[in-house]
């Protein structure tokens, strides 16, 4: 599976942003979505991540409660919706697949296609 992420952008410090990951294959639904950011001179972060069937979600501490992830099956896209934006949120943000039932939802470990990134600016 080929993975296209969009939807990045420049938005003010408690603004919202929604991110679009769109994969080629129709075999979309067997894997499990996660996004990951990566801001200049930081280590990348799991952000969050959605179950094969959408029914398991995982987000990191430092975005839980602002942060939805989601899933269409039908349309082979995966979303973040970013609400409550902050300076510390501005990343490249990647999303990534991994097959499903392959770990805990939770798990940093099996991703195995990635797409090349859209960059989430939030000003302060």
């Known amino acids: 599976v080929q993975l296209q992420a969009s939807g990045g952008g420049l938005v003010q410090a408690g603004g919202s942003l929604r991110v679009s990951c769109a994969a080629s294959a129709s075999t979309f639904s067997n894997y499990d979505m996660g996004w990951f950011r990566q801001a200049p001179g930081k280590e990348r972060e799991f952000v969050s991540a959605i179950s094969w069937n959408g029914i398991a979600t995982y987000y990191a501490d430092s975005v839980k409660g602002r942060f939805t992830i989601s899933r269409d099956n039908a349309k082979n896209t995966a979303y973040l919706q970013m609400n409550s934006l902050k300076s510390e949120d501005t990343a490249n943000y990647y999303c990534?697949?991994?097959?499903?039932?392959?770990?805990?939802?939770?798990?940093?470990?099996?991703?195995?296609?990635w797409g090349q990134g859209t960059q989430v600016t939030v000003s302060s």
């Open positions: 990534a697949a991994r097959f499903k039932q392959f770990e805990v939802i939770s798990s940093k470990r099996g991703w195995i296609r």
